[in-house]
């Protein structure tokens, strides 16, 4: 479903600012559930520039506001390092827990635990293998100048997918990205149980909005 142009959910009571690498996730579970929400998806490439991050969602807010009941945010931190917290208190709304999508799909003490034992560990989920060539070897010049690979990667230890819906197709994705940063492979089957209980959370955290209209006219 292409979640940015779905027009069942245009009067939906919620609209959720969304990362795109969630977006199609979130999108499927609340259409499984029947809740009446409508997700704006940002680019998934924000996640190498977490700067723009907060800026984004704001852009986004304002384009959802008016057209639904409440409002809310599908990011972790994400490397905002607050920004995105002090985004989302001016406007009255929450976002997901956690430091990132790792912590939402698979529990925080678990992506705890397992740095904790090694902290040379780098995590992937089913849209960074899927988009592996993309995201990380386009995003950091590796097409073009391979022997960059070790200075990237030399101090992890091995890589961890913690896929949501193993597939052949992604798992043969997943081996590759491992094998492009010269890494060993663990698997972690999260599924979406984390995500769900983490957007049943922040549904159940919306109000109606009164800080919106003065919000908007103030970004004008």
Known sequence: MNVAADQ?????????????????DIAGICLDRDWSVRVY????????????????VEDALVVAAGKHECLAVAYADCGTYG????????????????????????????????????????????????????SVVVELGLDRYPELRDDYF???????????????LLAQAAHDAALAMGLALEIHDAGLNGLTRELEDLLAATTPHRKVATLVEGTR
């Open 83 to 134: 920004a995105l917290d002090e985004v989302c208190d001016r406007w009255g709304i929450a976002h997901l827990g956690g430091q990132h999508c790792y912590d939402v799909y698979a529990g925080a003490a678990e992506i705890s635990g397992w740095l904790a034992r090694e902290p040379g560990t780098y995590l992937l989920t089913d849209y960074l293998v899927a988009t592996f060539h993309r």
């Open 154 to 168: 030399g101090n992890y230890r091995k890589a961890i997918w913690v896929t949501q819906r193993q597939t052949p």
């Open 41 to 56: 998806p940002l680019p998934p490439l924000l996640h190498n520039r977490p700067q723009k991050i907060a800026a984004a």
């Open 8 to 24: 069942s959910t245009a009067d939906a009571r919620v609209g959720v600012v969304a990362c795109g690498a969630l977006a199609q």
